[in-house]
């Protein structure tokens, strides 16, 4: 089946500093979404992209849509403790549902 | 407006034995997808309802069933629970084929 490799696995950054990750695939997806998930609780819904090549913002966030819809990725500007957390990429291919594919998490440390 | 809610919080069951889990969606929405997401793991998807009837599957085995009503809540049941069951049991929802949003959760323990 379909797979979504993300990375890196982990980070640890330094409050302040600017974190990239991101996300490939073996197959296209026609929407990408990222997530957040803290300990304990589900994943809240940080960006949605549409369309190939599209870059979104939302707050200190950014991610864009690859132009080959394999990959996306996201930026975190200025980091902040309270980014600590599971960041998540997701694929959706919009085929008589919306089922999400998964990769496996990018876990992100802030040093204070 | 209230967010997707699921009950109950954790669960601890013995193997061999069966689960209800229940989802109430986000107001507005009509879809209601499940997820398995074990220690360490991304979410995997196990099925779709819409319209009350299941629209989607995952790679899960017929153990696995589930329910939509006519409010558009939901149940997970599971027969049969290995101890391999044991995860976080998420519940999304979303309006149509649009983003879904998470609830918490339901941590399942099957010992």
């Known amino acids: 089946g379909q797979q979504l490799n993300q990375s890196p696995q982990s980070m640890f950054i330094q409050e302040g500093e600017d974190v990239s990750m991101n996300c490939t695939s073996s197959?296209?997806?026609?929407?990408w979404l990222w997530y957040k998930q803290d300990p304990g609780e589900g994943p809240v819904l940080l960006i949605a992209?549409?369309?190939?090549?599209e870059l979104t913002s939302n707050g200190r966030l950014t991610a864009q849509f690859g132009i080959t819809r394999k990959d996306s990725f996201l930026n975190i500007s200025a980091s902040i403790p309270s980014d600590v957390g599971i960041y998540f990429c997701a694929g959706q291919l919009n085929n008589a549902g919306n089922m999400l594919t998964f990769g496996g998490g990018t876990r992100l440390m802030v040093k204070p | 407006d209230a967010g997707v809610t699921q009950s109950p919080t954790h669960l601890i069951k013995t193997r061999g034995q069966q689960v209800t889990l229940r989802c109430s969606p986000k107001?507005?929405?009509?879809?209601v997808s499940w997820y398995q997401q074990a220690l360490g793991q991304g979410p995997q998807f196990i099925f779709q309802?819409?319209?009350?009837?299941?629209?989607q599957r995952g790679n899960f085995p017929d153990r696995f069933s589930g329910h939509q009503f006519p409010n558009y809540s939901s149940e997970l049941n599971v027969n049969a629970l290995l101890l391999g069951d044991s995860a976080l049991y998420l519940c999304a929802s979303s309006r149509s084929s649009y983003e879904q949003y998470f609830g918490p959760g339901t941590r399942l323990t099957v010992t």
């Open positions: 107001s507005g929405h009509d879809t």
């Open positions: 992209l549409y369309k190939a090549g």
């Open positions: 197959s296209i997806f026609n929407t």
């Open positions: 309802y819409y319209e009350e009837e299941e629209r």
